[in-house]
């Protein structure tokens, strides 16, 4: 596989997390403001949280496609798993950040639905709130930012694989 096609694919799972996190911070703002002050559940608050689940999915996909496919950290890993789980960022890329980043994707899922499914406008923004919360800690706290880990950490700069940083 060329080269290119991983750093297209890894770039594409860089930038994402910015929609993420963005959409996410957006949504829970809107839904705790909703919930205290029992405003209806508007379009805008309906759009947040699709942009915020939808994202979180597709970057599930592409998530995947480089644990899989493209990255040599975990095709390192899985040569030996067992000497990978003596490595720190093998153990992060192989085992830590596949198991919260999926956790975090299946919260925000069930956030959605039951935040769908709710009866009135309040208990919509109730359960937005509560989940899409837990679901962007985990996210936070999951992400490879610059002060994670040595080895595991990877800069902000969503273009790093072109620019060499
Ligand atoms: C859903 C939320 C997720 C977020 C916000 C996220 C975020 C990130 C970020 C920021 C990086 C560093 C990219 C860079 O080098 O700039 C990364 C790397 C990586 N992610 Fe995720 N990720 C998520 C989910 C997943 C999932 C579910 C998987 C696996 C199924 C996954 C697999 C990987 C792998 C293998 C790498 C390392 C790629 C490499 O350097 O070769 N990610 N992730």
Redesign the pocket.
Known sequence: MPEIVYDIV?FL??IL?YV?VLAALGAVVLAFRGWFTRQAFTALDERLGMIFTSS?HL??LI??L??AVF????QAAFMNMGAAMTSAPLRF?AVE??AM??L??IVATVGRVLSRRAKDDAAKHRMAAIFYTIAIIL?FVS??WPWAAEGAA?PLN?F??FTGD
């Open positions: 890894l799972h860089s997390r993420i979180m970057q599930l998530g995947l480089l644990y990255s040599p950290l975990t890329y950040h596949i980043m999926i975090a994707v996210v992400i490879p990877r969503p790093h694989m």
